[in-house]
């Protein structure tokens, strides 16, 4: 039953989860949209409360990295104006999909991420030299680019976010994820008031997710500050690993 205690529980336990792992890498979503799916609700909905949990920890972390100025602040208001519109663009998209082949895109996507965040291991950030005019397009492409992509599905997200900075811009891995998360809160934001507005989002689920949500996003961006690169890396290959273990569970059978 989607109500009953015992999956309340279990749900807020991937929330917290995907708030570490979010906070340090990116790639929450890939935590507790399986966990959404995997609790019977249909994929309109599990997106629509993945959005609504996650919202709160995108605020959490993004502040904790903007109060530790771990973050390009010039690079801020431009990556979450181009990341709220991208995002706007992909959820109405997504209400316009029929449930039906909806599940069979939401598998594949769930795939592609899970590969996508693999690939990000070899990453090697190193300096970029670019003028202010071509640093302005790029971020605007990568920002408007994943915002549709985190509106009309999410995860993989902020793991994406973080390989595009640090091969783009050539951001330190902790700073790559620092600047994610700004891009990643307007995504969020603009996804979550859409969403919201068409009744998409359930909340007796998405608020307990939510508080564990901000607990872990809390917790994960002292960790990725406190600890750097090394962090990020380990904890985002091992999780990803376990959930792309648990896809091809389930489709098997």
């Not at 979010?22 to 309109?44: K, R, S």
């Not at 530790?68 to 999909?97: I, K, Q, T």
């Not at 302005?136 to 595009?164: C, E, H, K, N, Q």
């Not at 901000?214 to 690993?241: E, F, M, P, W, Y």
């Amino acid at each position: 039953m989607l109500g009953g205690t015992a999956l309340t529980v279990g749900l807020c336990g991937a929330a917290f989860l995907a708030g570490l792992v979010d906070a340090i890498a990116g790639g929450g979503g890939l935590v507790t949209l399986p966990a959404l799916l995997a609790a019977g609700l249909p994929p309109q909905l599990a997106l629509g409360t993945n959005k609504g949990q996650a919202v709160f920890g995108a605020v959490t972390s993004a502040a904790s990295f903007w109060r530790r100025r771990s973050l390009d602040r010039e690079r801020a208001a431009l990556g979450f104006a181009a990341g709220f519109v991208g995002s706007w663009l992909g959820a109405r998209a997504l209400l316009a999909v029929p449930p039906r082949p909806l599940r069979i895109v939401v598998i594949v996507l769930l795939l592609v991420a899970v590969s996508i965040v693999l690939l990000r291991r070899k990453v090697q950030p190193r300096p970029r030299a670019m003028s202010p005019g071509r640093a302005r397009a790029a971020l605007i492409g990568i920002a408007l680019g994943l915002g549709a992509y985190d509106g009309f599905f999410g995860p993989g997200t902020g793991s994406m976010l973080v390989v595009a900075f640090a091969t783009v811009f050539g951001d330190t891995l902790t700073r790559a994820s620092g600047n994610a998360k700004i891009v990643n809160l307007a995504s969020n934001l603009a996804a979550f008031t859409l969403f919201a507005s068409r009744g998409t989002v359930l909340w007796h689920l998405a608020l307990p997710m939510a508080a564990a949500n901000a607990a872990g996003a809390a917790t994960g961006a002292h960790l990725a500050i406190r600890n750097g690169d090394r962090l990020v890396g380990t904890v985002v290959v091992v999780v990803v690993l376990a959930v792309a273990a648990k896809l091809a569970v389930d489709l098997l059978r």
